[in-house]
C-alpha cells in the first residue's frame, strides 16, 4: 500500500509557473507508476501526465505538452510536476495517483490517491 500527498498549489497568473509535489509513504514506491490527473468543477476527471517507475518513461497529454514536464525521485519517494505557461483553463484540483500497471492515462488504471492541491490561474 502506498500513500500519496500533493502539494505546491496555488494561484498564479496566467504565464506564471508552479511545480506539483507528490509526496509518498512506503518502501514501494519505486514499484509503482505514477499519475497526474486534474478535475476542474462540473467536468470529468481528466488525464495530465504519467511517468514509469524507473522514471524512464513519460508520456504526458496533447493538452499540456510542452508546458508541463513530469519526473520522478525515487530516493526522495516524490514526483514531481512543472508547470510552465499555465493557462486559465489549467484551474483544476490537480491528482497524483499510484498504479502497478506500466503506465495509464485512465483514472480506473490507478488503485492509491491523494487528496488533491488546487491550482488557480487567472487572467
Known amino acids: 500500500q502506498v500513500q500519496l500527498v500533493e502539494s505546491g498549489g496555488g494561484l498564479v497568473q496566467a504565464g506564471g509557473s508552479l511545480r506539483l509535489s507528490c509526496a509518498a509513504s512506503?518502501?514501494?514506491?519505486?514499484?509503482?507508476?505514477i499519475g497526474w490527473f486534474r478535475q476542474a468543477p462540473g467536468k470529468e476527471r481528466e488525464f495530465v501526465a504519467t511517468i514509469h517507475r524507473s522514471g524512464g518513461s513519460t508520456y504526458t497529454a496533447d493538452s499540456v505538452k510542452g508546458r508541463f514536464t513530469i519526473s520522478r525521485d525515487n530516493a526522495k519517494n516524490t514526483v514531481y510536476l512543472q508547470m510552465n505557461s499555465l493557462k486559465p483553463e489549467d484551474t483544476a484540483v490537480y491528482y497524483c495517483?499510484?498504479?502497478?500497471?506500466?503506465?495509464?492515462?485512465?483514472?480506473?488504471?490507478?488503485?492509491?490517491w491523494g487528496q488533491g492541491t488546487q491550482v488557480t490561474v487567472s487572467s
Open positions: 512506503g518502501r514501494t514506491f519505486s514499484s509503482y507508476a
Open positions: 495517483a499510484a498504479t502497478f500497471q506500466f503506465m495509464a492515462d485512465i483514472p480506473g488504471e490507478y488503485r492509491y
